[in-house]
């Protein structure tokens, strides 16, 4: 009996141990959820992490740097709409959104709150603008971030988003003339497909890419498919006059030189993905070059450099911008900068004081990563003291969420 109970708790340990050494910890920051013993995680669907898939991992984010550094992508200078769903109650419509069909309520993904497509994916929104069906200028930027749910066993649905931008005026959206649409399938296969409105209105520009996703992500190469499965995907789109350009995770996927000027765009969606979701929505007015923001202001206001909520972990988006002012300083060598980080008044002194200061530091770093000598740039954090826009509305925010580059 001795020797039987001696080797059933030898068998209860040795399977104990197993368990132990089966289960992982999910590497997503925003989540981190223990216990896993699948190929997925079970709260946010992230990949199992290997020794290899770490090393794969570290490449590609350097990848993604490295291509963003390489965009041509230029973020609108004046924001005019700015929604990262923060201050919305879980369950219910956002506020600052038009419901045009379906159903859209806020929910949450990886820490995150996201305008969610809950039935049964189909939805159609809009940005709630005063001028329902003419707001977009001549020039303007729009920017996304879409959490991209990898394929499980469990779950394979498909998942459609539509940008789609509609005649100045005109208020029949279900006809609207230019199409942009990303598409995930069950088999794993993942797309981007167009159809652009000429300046005649008689004919389309019109074009596929198909980005190779596979359910795996096996075949994985930041070359051909800029997504990152089981993470935030930033999609980025610019219109100037004529010319419009799509992006997704700084890389540039789709370049019309002459295209409709549309009034209005909304978002229509087919399936999601339970853990899928849109954040951090933001509409820009126009793009100066930098010298000559320089030349008439004296400083550079970017608002293509963001962080890490509450840190100062730089975006990958942000090395665009930062790519383009170490340019910019490499033609100009009489240029030196103070660059200065600045927050909103969310949050207190104590808090917003040293994180501002953390930031510039951080942008000082990349710059001088980039090439430009250290002694050309000093750091300095101003907090939430020097806002340039009212603090009580989403978009007062964004603009002083901010780095400036003052001329020393």
């Known amino acids: 009996m001795k020797r039987i109970a001696t080797v059933l708790t030898t068998f209860v340990l040795t399977a104990a141990a197993a368990f132990a050494q089966e289960s992982w910890t999910c590497p997503n920051p925003d989540c981190g959820n223990a216990g896993n013993t699948g190929k997925f995680c079970s709260e946010c669907g992230t990949p199992k992490p290997s020794a290899d898939g770490q090393q794969a991992s570290a490449a590609k984010k350097q990848d993604v740097a490295t291509a963003y550094a390489k965009s041509d992508f230029?973020?609108?200078?004046?924001?005019?709409?700015d929604d990262t769903f923060e201050n919305e109650k879980l369950g219910e419509f956002p506020l600052h959104w038009d419901l045009l069909d379906g159903y859209v309520e806020t929910a949450s993904v990886q820490g995150r709150k996201v305008l969610a497509f809950t039935d049964n994916g189909i939805g159609q929104v809009m940005p709630l603008m005063k001028d329902k069906w003419n707001w977009l200028p001549e020039v303007f930027t729009l920017e996304f971030d879409l959490f991209l749910s990898p394929l499980t066993d469990e779950e394979a649905t498909a998942m459609t988003l539509e940008i789609i931008f509609g005649e100045p005026g005109k208020s029949d959206y279900y006809n609207a003339g230019s199409l942009v649409k990303y598409y995930f399938r069950e088999d794993g296969s993942s797309g981007l497909s167009w159809w652009l409105l000429k300046p005649d209105v008689e004919d389309f520009a019109s074009g596929e890419k198909a980005l190779g996703l596979s359910s795996d992500f096996s075949d994985y190469n930041v070359k051909d498919n800029p997504l990152k499965p089981g993470e935030w995907n930033h999609f980025a789109f610019s219109f100037n006059k004529r010319a419009f350009k799509g992006y997704i995770n700084g890389i540039r996927l789709i370049n019309v030189p002459a295209m409709r000027a549309p009034g209005y765009f909304y978002i229509n969606s087919g399936t999601f993905y339970k853990y899928s979701g849109i954040s951090n929505v933001r509409i820009a007015k126009g793009a100066v070059p930098l010298y000559d923001r320089l030349l008439s202001d004296?400083?550079?206001?970017?608002?293509?450099?963001t962080f890490a909520t509450g840190k100062a972990d730089l975006k990958p988006e942000s090395m665009t911008e930062i790519a383009r002012i170490a340019k910019l300083m490499a033609e100009h060598p009489e240029l030196s900068f103070e660059v200065q980080g600045h927050c909103d008044a969310t949050g207190s002194?104590?808090?917003?004081?040293?994180?501002?200061?953390k930031r510039a530091e951080a942008v000082v770093a990349a710059l001088v990563q980039q090439g430009v000598a250290a002694e050309r740039l000093s750091a300095v954090g101003k907090g939430s003291h020097v806002p340039v826009a009212d603090n009580s509305t989403d978009e007062g925010r964004a603009k002083n969420r901010r780095v400036e580059f003052v001329k020393k």
């Open 74 to 81: 230029v973020p609108g200078d004046e924001i005019f709409f």
């Open 298 to 305: 004296g400083k550079i206001t970017s608002y293509g450099i």
């Open 349 to 357: 002194d104590a808090v917003n004081d040293p994180l501002s200061q």
